[in-house]
């Protein structure tokens, strides 16, 4: 009797381990399909400038994909950066113009190459545009090496982009841990004095910052600095960056500077919502847009009356 017990409890425990095995292969493979997922899930939407809100002549205006085509390269780049990823438009190698270079600065675990959409829309607008594969950003050291590679190519006679990067006219983005990067690149960066202008999407907030070693300094902004945060969800308003914090952090900016929230925008949002009023301040501070300026200038300014913002507060002066 005991024998057959034995034997019994033996089958059902090889039951039970076969069917364990049987649903952890399951949730392995569940997982790699959402990994798979996630890898090939753009962080912008592709037809973000067609499907986001605007609410005034000019956000939509250049919330609107520009006349330039597009082309596309990638370089090789060391660990962690990967592959360097520059967009540019596709009259640049037989044109005779210099063009403005805007750099992009990761979120955190996000490539550039997950960027297309909002590299794309940029440089529609004739902008050349650059970033890498880093997963973390933070401290602009990947920023300082893309930089550098861009100014290697701009002076090598066999780059299709030697002598196209208007060196006078550089300006960085960057979202989320990217726009920590950004805010470190032009306060701590050995290249800052390089930069132009700047716009920090949702960066990280500073007290974060300084926990993970990212160690940027408001007070040392020296180029005009656009803010944008959103509204909604607990990690974008109390974790990443909540009001009065983003408040205390442009009140240190002795610099020109403008900053406002995205009404209803969670943190993802961010990186593309108010990409109408980004692409307007390139325009103006990299290429003397006087159309895009209007955004920014003066009591009547549009951003100061657009009832998608709100806590919008511009200091040019």
Do not use: C
């Not at 005009?224 to 960056?241: H, I, N, R, S, W």
């Not at 909540?242 to 990186?271: F, N």
Request: charged residues 20%; without cysteine; neutral net charge.
């Amino acid at each position: 009797m005991i024998g057959a017990f034995v034997k019994s409890a033996a089958r059902l425990t090889a039951k039970t381990l076969k069917i364990a095995a049987i649903i952890a292969g399951a949730l392995i493979a569940l997982i790699v399909v959402i990994l798979m997922k996630l890898s090939l899930t753009p962080a912008v939407p592709n037809r973000y400038e067609k499907t986001t809100e605007t609410g005034g002549e000019i956000e939509g205006q250049y919330m609107k994909a520009g006349n330039w085509k597009v082309k596309r390269k990638t370089e090789p780049a060391p660990n962690p950066l990967k592959k360097f990823e520059i967009y540019y438009p596709a009259e640049l190698p037989e044109s005779g113009e210099k063009y403005p270079l805007v750099l992009f600065v990761n979120g955190s675990g996000i490539p550039a190459s997950k960027y297309k959409a909002l590299f794309r829309h940029l440089v529609s607008w004739g902008f050349i545009v650059a970033g890498n594969e880093d997963p973390s950003t933070g401290t602009g050291a990947s920023a300082e090496q893309t930089l550098r590679y861009l100014l290697t190519l701009n002076d090598n006679p066999d780059s299709v982009f030697y002598g196209k990067v208007d060196l006078d006219n550089i300006g960085i983005s960057g979202h989320s841990q990217g726009g920590a990067g950004v805010l470190s690149a032009i306060t701590t960066g050995e290249s800052r004095a390089l930069y132009k202008t700047a716009v920090a999407l949702s960066p990280t907030q500073e007290e974060t910052a300084r926990a993970f070693g990212w160690h940027y300094d408001m007070e040392r902004v020296s180029v005009p600095l656009l803010m944008f945060a959103g509204t909604k969800g607990d990690f974008e308003t109390q974790l990443v960056l909540p009001l009065e914090t983003m408040k205390a952090m442009y009140d240190k900016v002795s610099a020109p500077k403008a900053m406002a929230r995205r009404i209803g925008a969670e943190h993802g949002e961010t990186l593309y919502s108010a990409d109408g009023y980004v692409t307007a301040w390139f325009m103006w501070l990299l290429k003397g847009d006087t159309q895009a300026a209007k955004a920014f200038l003066g009591p009547d300014a549009e951003l100061l009356r657009n009832a998608l913002y709100q806590d919008q507060q511009i200091n040019l002066d």
